[in-house]
């Protein structure tokens, strides 16, 4: 599955399942009917307040596969709610945690993984709800499973739409300053934890305001594209290209050494013959964010005024 966008998608899912596990506790002790199935409820609200709190507490150290295997096991577990709702009300009453669910991997999933996640969504509760086989509910199932499909599609498109609007830089179409440093402050949270190597460069465009001044606004704006253009094609596919502001960039490089990141840079250079400089910086044990930039900020300037791009 892709990776989910943004910190907040594990704490949501936390969330989610707290509120259908406490959903689930209250409806064990004050059941609606006496057919409620009374000892599955305590066991999915006990579930759900367990897979949840430990969602909360680890939030900083999942993998992104994390999300991935809480929405398919919550998947399940409304599956096995909807075998033993042998009621019509019973049975379609699941819809609002379906929508719920189906709306958080729109959310916070590549649309589609999202797509997928709504598919086993509808097939586990399906062949829940067929092997309980309440009479009558047929019609009502078939529009809820529409309706999750659909809002799964509209709000994935719509979750797409705000996030490349969002983070990204409507001139150049690579990373903002804010996706970059969000994105790169997770990479460096993963190296110092795990020891991987993690490198950052600053890219600066050389007599750039010449261009500007000399061929206009159209030119430099022309050039910035085609530089962006050329380095996109050239980086490997975890390397993440920021645009940090005016004619600077920023390069986020995983399981990269210092000698790995010189090499990567020099092979940017054959992208376009418009000259620009690179300092590098990679990370220390306790680095912030500042400090690396930091450092790869005076390690450019250094170069600059010695003379060398890189």
């Not at 295997?69 to 033993?84: D, E, N, P, Q």
Request: glycine letters at 10%; aromatic letters at 6%; a neutral charge.
């Amino acid at each position: 599955m892709d990776r989910p966008h943004g910190a907040p998608a594990v704490p949501l899912l936390a969330a989610l399942y707290l509120v259908s596990g406490a959903l689930c506790l209250a409806g064990a002790a004050w059941p609606v009917n006496p057919d409620a199935p009374v000892q599955l409820l305590w066991v999915l609200g006990c579930t759900g307040v367990g897979v949840g709190g430990v969602l909360a507490l680890l939030r900083d150290e999942l993998p992104a596969w994390a999300v991935d295997a809480g929405l398919f096991l919550m998947s399940l577990l409304i599956g096995v709610l909807a075998w033993r709702s042998v009621t019509q009300a019973g049975v379609v009453g699941l819809g609002p945690v379906m929508i719920a669910v189906a709306l958080y991997a729109a959310h916070v999933l590549p649309l589609p993984a999202a797509r997928v996640h709504a598919v086993v969504l509808v097939t586990a509760t399906s062949a829940g709800a067929a092997a309980a086989a309440p009479s009558g509910f047929l019609p009502a199932w078939v529009a809820l499973v529409v309706a999750v499909l659909a809002l799964t599609e509209v709000q994935g498109r719509l979750a797409r739409q705000l996030r490349d609007a969002a983070d990204t830089d409507p001139l150049t179409g690579v990373a903002n300053r804010r996706a970059w440093q969000a994105a790169t402050s997770r990479h460096l949270a993963h190296a110092l934890r795990t020891g991987e190597p993690l490198t950052v460069a600053i890219l600066d465009l050389d007599h750039f305001k010449l261009v500007n001044d000399r061929d206009g606004h159209s030119a430099g704006d022309a050039l910035l594209r085609e530089l962006t253009a050329g380095w996109t094609g050239r980086l490997r596919h975890a390397d993440l290209l920021g645009r940090y502001g005016g004619d600077e960039f920023v390069l986020c490089l995983p399981a990269t050494d210092e000698a790995g990141a010189r090499d990567l840079v020099d092979r940017l250079r054959e992208a376009h013959g418009f000259g620009w400089s690179a300092g590098l910086s990679t990370v220390r044990a306790g680095d912030t964010l500042d400090a690396v930039l930091r450092r790869a900020d005076e390690d450019l300037y250094e170069r600059k005024r010695a003379g060398r791009a890189c």
